[in-house]
Each structure stands twice: as structure tokens, then as C-alpha cells.
């Protein structure tokens, strides 16, 4: 995804904290888009933990 659109990461505010949540979730919508399972269920744990 991040070879397709690069200007997802090139954007320096991408990882800011406050919008970590919205990129783990395009990622994730992304990994179901393409039956991505693995990557799914690995995005979805990273998401869990950065609730807690």
C-alpha cells in the first residue's frame, strides 16, 4: 500500500499520535479489501494495544 500511495507516509504528520488511530484504520480497510487476513488480525492487535 505504502509503494501505491506513497504520500501516506511522505506526510510527516502521519505518525503524529493523534492520527495513528486513522492510519491503522485505512491500513486495515485496506488488508480487508484484499482478504488480507494475516495483516488484518496484526493491525487490529496493534490497534488494541495503543488503546489500552
Known amino acids: 500500500m505504502v509503494q501505491?500511495?506513497?504520500d501516506l507516509v511522505c506526510d510527516?504528520?502521519?505518525f503524529l499520535p493523534q492520527r495513528?488511530?486513522?492510519?491503522l484504520d485505512l491500513f486495515q480497510?485496506?488488508?480487508k479489501e484484499w482478504d488480507l487476513d494475516t495483516v488484518t488480525?496484526?493491525?487490529g492487535r496493534i490497534?488494541?494495544?495503543s488503546s489500552s
Open 4 to 6: 501505491e500511495f506513497p
Open 12 to 14: 510527516p504528520d502521519s
Open 20 to 23: 495513528r488511530e486513522a492510519l
Open 29 to 31: 480497510e485496506y488488508a
Open 41 to 43: 488480525a496484526e493491525l
Open 47 to 49: 490497534s488494541m494495544e
